[in-house]
């Protein structure tokens, strides 16, 4: 299970509205992919499609689509969306994450 805080709900459904999609309807597709300074990183963006082996999940009214592989690194996280002095952007607070980038764009296990 993915968790959605407020404050990155507000923003997905901005964001989705903004880029012609629809928050009742399509996902946030959150997934892992190797690479970043720490040796995976997260990738976010918005589908109106799923695959076979995709999880889904809805938490705080946004609908979350998760890939097989990736579920297993992010069981457990929230996504957050921060707006302060020292950069805008969603952000991972994953608890399977033994050590982090100090962007909080990358991972490891």
């Known amino acids: 299970m993915i968790k959605v805080s407020d404050t990155a709900k507000k923003k997905v459904v901005e964001l989705m509205t903004d880029d012609g999609f629809d928050a ?3 996902f946030v597709r959150v997934g892992v992919k190797s690479g970043g300074c720490s040796g995976l990183s997260y990738d976010l963006h918005f589908d109106n499609s799923q695959t076979e082996t995709d999880k889904i999940f809805e938490d705080n ?3 979350i689509i998760v890939d097989k592989k990736s579920f297993l690194y992010l069981v457990g ?3 957050e ?3 302060g002095l020292n950069g ?3 952000v991972f607070n994953n608890p399977n994450a033994n050590r982090t980038c100090g962007c909080g764009e990358s991972f490891s296990l």
């Open 24 to 26: 009742t309807k399509d």
């Open 61 to 63: 009214g946004v609908k």
């Open 77 to 79: 996280t929230t996504l």
């Open 81 to 83: 969306y921060s707006g």
């Open 88 to 90: 805008k952007g969603f």
